[in-house]
Each structure stands twice: as C-alpha cells, then as structure tokens.
C-alpha cells in the first residue's frame, strides 16, 4: 500500500493574508506575521507589538491569526471566541459598560470569548499567539 499524499497547505501571501481552501491544512503555528507598534495611547510598556493575518477564503466569517510581543496594551474588544496556540499572558477585564471585572490566565491550549465592547488590559509575559473567529 502506497502512503498517503500530503495534504495541501495554505500559506500567508506577501500581502498578510493566509488564503485558505476547503480541504487545506494551515499551521498557524509557523506562519509567519508581519508585526507593528500597538498605538501608543494602547501600549502600557513600550516596544509592544501586534500582528494579524485573517483568513481569506472563508466566506462571512471573520477568523485568523493574531500575535502579540511580551508587553502590556489596552484594548475595547469585538465579539470574539480564541484559541492560544503558543505564549503566555494575562487578560484583565476591566468593570465598565456592563461587564464585571475578572482576570483571565492565558496559556497554549486555552479558549476564551469576549464580548463587544469589553475594555481589556493584555499583559504578555512570553509571546501570544491565538486563532480568532469574530462572532
């Protein structure tokens, strides 16, 4: 019996976006982010960096890649479910419009939602890699 053929991989273009097919396989992973400085009003510690790559190919559905470097930023979030994939860090939800505070442990493996317009504080001990899909 002959072994199996790979199967095909999605791959991020020149221009940020990993374009995905039914039936491919993306490691988000090793895929590579092309990062920038979080806005200064945002980032707490200095230096801190994001990088995003959606997913293109997957009709109505706003989902892909995100990363941030070790740092603190702030944020006002969009309804969204996560999976870490690598990184460690800290989510703070801040008590305001609605939402009660708590704080959230982030580590490879863990799943998270947030909700619209949740005021967040993201403190990145070792650089944090998630998959997102906006809900």
Known sequence: MSPEPPLPTATAAADAVARLEVGEVLDAASLSLPHAAVAPEQDRTG??????????G?????????????????????DELFVVLAGRATVEILPAHGFAAAVAELR????MRLAAGMHTVWTVTEPLRKVYVSL
């Open 58 to 78: 997957v009709d109505g559905l706003d989902a892909g890649v995100w990363e941030m470097s070790a740092g603190t930023m702030t944020d006002v979030e969009a």
């Open 108 to 111: 490879p493996g863990s799943v």
């Open 47 to 56: 230096g801190t960096t994001t990088a995003t790559v959606p997913f293109d």
